[in-house]
């Protein structure tokens, strides 16, 4: 009695199947690929004006990743925070003030661990070894292109500094002096 039912079932089964499969929605259109990321590469500069490294960006309207490469002997090792600048000027070598504060488009309060941050110039730290030398790739949720990018209006400057950020006080996270420069000409 049983295996009757069985087989009943497994008939509908088998003749159910192509009805099925004619009734699968058709799949979904493939996207249109997304346009090709913008690559942007800066000369990093010390505080005596001399090159010490590189900088790249790679990004979209959505985010933004640095590559840093910095050779030996361009800053003292340990940790130093970085951020971006809201403008593209490493001309005044001695202490970096011409790229201006941290871009800020919506006022937010310095600091990645900040309640009321971050601002859009955070980034996390990087880490110099003992020779000085730094090869660094960090990200971040503000857009290379678009309206507000920070390829808009002034550009931007990547800036080095001489101490790790804190993420949390304000303006910089006791980061102090600027060390190092990148021009990111919009
Ligand atoms: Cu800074
Ligand atoms: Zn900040």
Known sequence: MCSKYWLLAASILIAGAPVALAQTPAP???PAASPAPTVVKAELVGNNGKPIGTATATGTDRVTIVRLVLQPGAIPP???GIHFHAVADCSDTEKFLASKAHVNHGGKAHGLLNPNGPDE???PNI???ADG???AEVTSPVGLTGANGL???TGFALVVHAAPDDHTTQPIGGA???IACAAFKP
């Open 78 to 80: 340990g940790w130093h």
């Open 28 to 30: 979904a259109p493939v």
């Open 121 to 123: 110039g955070d980034l």
């Open 176 to 178: 102090g002096a600027r």
């Open 127 to 129: 880490f110099a070894v």
């Open 133 to 135: 030398s730094v090869s």
């Open 151 to 153: 390829l808009s209006a």
